[in-house]
């Protein structure tokens, strides 16, 4: 526990924030440099960057095991730096909420191939190893337990792409942590219409002519349809008539969204690419981590009438699997990073998984 001048002083630092404006929070940056680092396809880099971000301090028990740390992962195509915001940080990170940072060490690291992390985009382009997520969550324990000197997780709270690797992350080290919390996922490898979904996506990028095999001089046009189709699939149809109730509206958002959306076309086809070699399926009912799995009922691109995790869950005695209801507040695939929907149920699991 931290001394209490010291919890007033950051409690000050994370409450003091003026009217209309983002709070800033105390982060501490990093990147963690991973030595010859072998990906499956046999490919290495000598020096792989992983980008991360802390807040809080870490507390070690009387054997010096690390009690009190939260790994928060992003999904494709994002970055840690995206929960600090209102939706994510100013719901969770706060004096007294969920994951309240005088109490926990939250670690949000950037994945191989986006944000601060080393990506296609920093000179290798095409010739940048294929990369997947049994790479990626190799890279995530390599941070903590070589750089951070992390050796135990609390918890998990994954999103999306980092969603499923938290099924990675329990079915192949299950023992270094206490708990999981997947948003937005299946327990099971991309098929059906997510395989679409990316589908679409990698090849309006590849089958532009200006994307050139990967060596372009100029970002093309195919990373702006790309960035268009992530677009269409990660909302929901409520918010999208409420917000752009007339023609004109929706023609401007949509521009506004994509050019926003809109990045590196090497970076988006490797990322979209990279679940090549996710499939938790055959592994579940050797998982004993308790889990508790949250999906969306309007997420498009896990729609709830497969019931893929619902009945795959069943193999696992300390999962529960719940679908949040479609409301105006949800915002599709987008709602696992609206914290406010979900945030009292993170709060009961970390009771229902604490030490005693």
Known sequence: MLPRMARVA?????????AGAQRTWPVTEGDAHLRD??????????????????????RRDGAGTVRNAVMILHGTGGDGKQFLNDNFAEQLFGPGQ?????KYYLIVP??????????PSDGRRAEFPRYGYHDMVEAQYRLLTGHLQVNHLRMIVGTSMGCMHSYVWVAEHGGFLDAAMPLACQPAEISGRNIFFRLAVMNAIRDDPAYRGGNYTVNPPGARTAAAIISIF???PLTWQKENSTREKGVQSFSKTVESRAKDANDTLYAYDASWDYNPAPQLAKIRTPILHLNFADDMVNPPELKIAEELLKQVTTARFVLYPYTPETRGHGSHTMAALWK?????FLRATERE
């Open 98 to 102: 969920p994951l309240d940072i005088t």
């Open 234 to 236: 990660g909302g929901n």
């Open 344 to 348: 009292d149920q993170l709060a009961e």
């Open 10 to 18: 950051l409690a000050l630092v994370c409450g003091a924030v003026t």
């Open 37 to 58: 680092f072998r990906f499956q396809t046999g490919a290495t880099l000598t020096d792989l960057k992983i980008h991360y971000r802390t807040l809080g301090a870490a």
């Open 110 to 119: 950037d994945g191989i191939g986006h944000g601060q992390s080393t990506k």
